[in-house]
């Protein structure tokens, strides 16, 4: 019997290097049941609560085009995408009514929304109440939709996942939760592929797949021009 895949969604975190763009690649623990000791980007599977934040506009969203699903769905995924990559990661990618990142980095700020990480992983709080208590709101329009995956039949562990690249918010400090992600390196997409290769790290195909797409571009402006061409 086939197992039903779970939905999921994961992020490409993106910043600019030296003369290219780098990616944030995250290592498994050793001992989780699904891909122990690979290393992936944060993300995780659909909560029921990621249809609970209500958008204000259907006409906020510009990179909906080949997600192939209608607005409700795509929220979720864009609701999880932020969700899983806070409480892995510890970046918080959602925006003020002006539009700007909130600025974590500083140890009163750090200690305030690792402890807000805490409650949102035990479900003592959820994460649109937090969203709500520091007046965010998800960065939509951030996010950039990149392709969708899902587990071969043959995994006892199945995913249906929606990929979205996302660039680093200034002024955000980044920690692996320590439970299922417990280390992090900011790495070339090709560099990504040729650790691969000399199997230095594991990768599943996907990630690899979203590695070569990523290697095409040069710099986070480029990531984001071809994004907002293809909304067009």
């Known amino acids: 019997m086939f197992t039903t895949p779970r939905e999921a969604a994961t992020v490409s975190i993106i910043r600019d290097g030296e003369n290219t763009i780098e990616v944030l690649l995250m290592k498994r623990h050793g001992n ?13 599977a659909m909560d029921p609560q990621d249809y609970e934040y209500k958008f204000s506009c259907d006409k906020e969203i510009k990179h909906i ?18 969700r899983e990559t806070f409480e892995e990661s510890g970046i918080l990618l959602a925006v003020d009514e002006d539009g700007n990142y909130p600025v974590i980095n500083t140890k009163k700020i750090i200690k305030k929304f690792t402890d807000y990480r805490k409650l949102v992983f035990e479900n003592s709080l959820s994460f ?80 690899i797949k979203t590695l070569e797409f990523l290697n095409e571009f040069g710099s986070s402006d480029e990531l984001i021009a071809y994004f907002n061409d293809c909304a067009e």
């Open 32 to 44: 989780d049941r699904f891909l122990p000791n690979y290393h992936v980007f944060p993300g995780g």
């Open 65 to 82: 085009e080949k997600f192939d699903c209608d607005y409700k769905k795509y929220y979720g995924f864009i609701m999880c995408a932020v």
């Open 128 to 207: 649109k109440e937090m969203l709500m208590k520091e007046k965010l709101k998800p960065a939509i329009n951030n996010l950039f939709y990149i392709d969708r995956h899902i587990t071969p039949f043959i995994s006892p562990i199945r995913y249906d996942t929606r990929f979205f690249a996302a660039i680093l918010p200034d002024n955000q400090e980044l920690s692996p939760d320590g439970d299922e992600l417990i280390s992090f390196e900011w790495i070339t997409p090709l560099d990504g592929l040729l650790k691969y290769e000399d199997r230095k790290i594991k990768l599943v195909r996907p990630t």
